[in-house]
Structure formats: C-alpha cells, structure tokens
C-alpha cells in the first residue's frame, strides 16, 4: 500500500473528528448519540455491498449480520428508524453506493472505512464504558471491530494488486469517501446545535 491511502486517511482521521472527540471525552447527549446511531447506521447497512463487488461473499455475510447489531445499538439508544436524513449523510449513502458499483472503486471506499474501524470502534467502545455506562448502549458492534484487522489488511493486498488505473480508482473513491465520512459527521455533529 503506498503512502497516497495512508495521506488521505490522515487528512480526513476519523479519529480527530470534534463528534468523536467528544464522544472519548463523555460530552455527547444521548440525542446526539441516538442521531448517529440511525443516521451512521444508513451507511453501515450498505457495507456488506462494497465486499461482495469486492468478491468476498462471505464477509458480505457476515457484515450483514454486523448491521443487525448495530441495529441493536441504535435500538438501545431509542432509535429505532436508521435513514439518511440528513444532506451530509444522504451524500454519504450516495457517494457510497456509486462506489460500490465497481471492483476498484468499491475497495477503495471500503478501505476508507475498514482502514480506519479498528481504531474508532475502540475508542467509541472505551468512551461507552467510561462515560455512558448508565445508558446500557449495546457495544456489541464496537466490541467486534475494535480488534478487526484481517479486513483492512486483506483491501491492502486487493489494491496493491490493482493494475496503475485502477489503483487510482480506488484511490479517488477513498479520498472522497474519507472526506464523505468526516462531512457527515459534522452534519451529525452541528444538526443537535440548531
């Protein structure tokens, strides 16, 4: 994997994000919490998409039933509707889908967000524990991604793989869905300040 994926990953970091920022520091309302749970979850329904364009049926399988338990965690938190509702993450859902019609590009959107899943899942999963224990949020979802490294490492190999027009492809489709993620979390992030 060249250094283009990590730079792009870097200038759009989940991790940095001022949503999850604030969610290790414990000052998101449960609104808030319960806005990206149905809203975020629009996105992570269609992951299973991506993998099988990606030719791995059985993870398409498995991140199926990984949505059901994000379901879960939304349902914990009171939302029980999971739609795109907001502009950011309708842009989100359609950028996503487009990308997901095509080999390269399909690895380069799912790699913008499986790269970077271990590392928020184990952060959303600690500040769960640490400051939103008494809202028994289901951390199911969390707990398995929080270690799940054979999936970023397996689009790795896909990529590094890719003809030179292709890697670009998948290139493209990871910067812009990299930036759609940040985007739709500041939409989710500024629709509880209005």
Not at 39 to 50: N, Q, V
Not at 102 to 114: Q, V
Not at 135 to 147: G, L
Not at 162 to 184: H, P, R, V
């Amino acid at each position: 994997m060249n250094n283009t994926f990590k730079d792009t990953l870097e200038q759009h970091s989940l991790l940095k994000h001022p949503f999850y920022l604030a969610w290790n520091e414990g000052t998101l309302t449960r609104e808030q919490l319960a806005l990206y749970a149905g809203e975020y979850g629009s996105f992570i329904k269609l992951i299973s998409k991506g993998w099988q364009q990606a030719g791995e049926n059985a993870i398409a399988q498995e991140e199926i039933e990984h949505y059901d338990l994000w379901q879960k965690f939304a349902t914990s938190l009171g939302t029980n509707a999971i739609a795109p509702n907001l502009p950011s993450v309708k842009n989100l859902v359609n950028e996503t889908e487009a990308h997901y019609k095509n080999y390269a590009s399909a690895l380069g959107a799912l790699y913008a967000f499986e790269a970077q899943q271990p590392a928020t899942a184990a952060s959303k999963l600690e500040g769960l524990k640490k400051h939103y224990s008494n809202w028994n949020a289901d951390e199911t979802y969390f707990e398995i991604h929080a270690t799940d490294f054979a999936e970023p490492a397996m689009l790795e190999e896909k990529i590094n793989a890719l003809n030179e027009n292709d890697k670009a492809i998948a290139q493209a489709a990871c910067a812009s869905t990299t930036k759609a993620l940040w985007d739709a979390l500041t939409g989710i992030m500024d629709a509880q300040k209005n």
